[in-house]
């Protein structure tokens, strides 16, 4: 059981909490058993509230607080929590957290589960920070409450699965915040400047040092940068973006494969079809018989 301290409730919230079947019918079927939410709520102002668990729960816990502050403790270390950030708290985990006394938050919460929740956790595991500021959303709010009022009013099948995808929607809209959000940091600035001016020219043939001189920084410098952020390297990334439009001058033009070799800047269409099989499995005379047949 749950040690909890709330006086009387809190004047405007909501809570739901799905019943065992429910959630047992989620964690079955197709759609839903990769995220499903099992209880959510919004608790305004909340004061006195206070929550310790000393096995934790089930399921991962999501608390955003919109206002206010409270903290929050895992592993015996204390946390802070003020307005417009957000924590996650590991299943089966020791824990506790709470209003702070004077200024009491205002938080939305879920508890949820699934078959992809650990990577998920391990996205927001590499932000390396206890708590997350993200900026204020009206439309997250906005999510959250459709999610709500779905999970209140029906447990029919197709508006369950648009719960738990619309639910997931709304949790990644804060992990990947730097992602979904346009950056001011200007190193993202530089990979996404980059990653444009590559996409944007196709059809022309760029070496490592022909990047970093039109962006006046060295060539070691890019490519580390550019690895690091997206994964892959500045000509890997290239020829990716290469082979993926030559696949759509394949599927969608009758141009040959010495006219699209040319379209994507490769003068050697030999080379251009051992690439393409590189990347793509087969050779694009291949890749277009597949596609007609």
Same mark, same amino acid.
């Given at each position: ?83 417009? +950030? ?203 018989? +597949?596609?007609?047949?």
């Amino acid at each position: 059981m749950d040690n909890s301290t709330i006086k009387e409730g809190f004047l405007g919230q909501r809570m739901i909490v799905l019943p065992n079947e429910v959630i047992h019918r989620l964690s079955s079927k197709p759609i839903t058993r990769s995220f499903y939410v099992t209880d959510m709520g919004y608790y305004p102002k909340a004061n006195y509230h206070h929550r310790k668990r000393k096995k934790g729960v089930g399921e991962y816990i999501f608390i955003y607080c919109s206002e206010g502050e409270g903290w929050y403790d895992v592993d015996d270390e204390i946390t802070p929590v003020f307005p417009n +950030q957000y924590f996650i708290i590991p299943r089966n985990t020791k824990h506790s957290y709470g209003a702070h006394k004077s200024n009491p938050w205002s938080i939305y919460w879920m508890h949820f589960n699934g078959l992809l929740v650990n990577d998920l956790i391990e996205r927001y595991r590499l932000k390396a920070k206890r708590t997350i500021a993200v900026p204020f959303e009206s439309g997250r709010i906005a999510l959250f409450d459709q999610i709500f009022k779905i999970y209140k009013s029906s447990y029919i099948e197709p508006q369950m699965e648009y719960a738990s995808i619309s639910a997931l929607n709304f949790l990644s809209s804060f992990i990947y915040d730097d992602t979904n959000n346009l950056r001011t940091d200007n190193y993202e600035n530089l990979v996404d400047s980059i990653t444009e001016f590559l996409t944007d020219n196709i059809d022309k043939s760029y070496t490592s040092e022909d990047i970093a001189l039109k962006f006046n920084y060295s060539s070691s410098y890019i490519f580390n940068l550019f690895k690091k952020k997206t994964g892959y390297s500045l000509i890997h990334f290239f020829n990716l973006k290469k082979i993926q439009k030559s696949c759509e001058y394949i599927k969608y033009t009758d141009l040959n494969i010495k006219e699209i070799s040319y379209k994507v800047g490769f003068q050697d269409p030999l080379y251009f079809s051992r690439l393409f099989k590189k990347y793509m499995g087969v050779s694009p005379k291949s890749y277009r018989t +597949q596609i007609e047949n």
